[in-house]
Each structure stands twice: as structure tokens, then as C-alpha cells.
């Protein structure tokens, strides 16, 4: 009789255990492909390279650059004047005020944005 009890009480565990577990690992799976897709977006921003044009207005050897720029069809900004990051420092010896540029700008991951390649215009 104790072998009946102690058999019917493990099956009565299983059947309320099992679904539980089928059920936490089906949540796991879903968490994860949520993971995966804001992964991917996140990924996909931060790759996004945009083109600028226009005149250096100011040069600080800390790694900023002042831009007087053109319109950013891409973004939806107008012409305007802004401070980007330079992404290599280095590239701040070649550069000069008053120069008119054509550069390539990211969004980094502080949401400000970086000149990532910078060159006299034609």
C-alpha cells in the first residue's frame, strides 16, 4: 500500500511540474527572441552612417569640431551649426577653420554624434 501512496503522489508532482517547466522554458524562448530582435535594431542605428557638408566654424584640440552644415535629408534637420565628436583625434592636425568639409557622421552610443571620416571639399 505505501508503494501505491508513494507512486500516485510522485505522479500528481509530474503532472502539475511538468507543464510548469514547459511553460517557464517557453517563456525563456520568447524573452530571447525579444532580446535578439532589440539587439538587432539597436545594431542597426548605431551602424547608420549619415553625410554632411559645410564649413568648420571651430576647432577644439580636445577632440570637438564646430560645423556650420547643410541640410541632413536623411535626419530631417535643417542647415545649422553643431559640435561633433571626432571619433579619431588624429584627424584633428589635417583640419582648419574656415575649411569647407564633406564628412561622414554616426549616432554613438551617448546619442550625441561623431564624425567618423572628414575631408576637404572639391
Known sequence: MKRFYLTLILLCSSAVTLPAQAAMDNMQSMAHM?????????????AQTFMGYGKINSINPT???????????????PKMSMNFLIRDKTMIAS???GETVNFDFSKDTAGGYVITRISPAK
Open 34 to 46: 525579444g532580446g535578439t530582435k532589440n539587439t538587432t535594431e539597436a545594431q542597426a542605428v548605431k
Open 63 to 77: 577632440g570637438t569640431v564646430n560645423v556650420a552644415m547643410g541640410p541632413v535629408k536623411a535626419l530631417g534637420w
Open 95 to 97: 583640419l582648419k577653420t
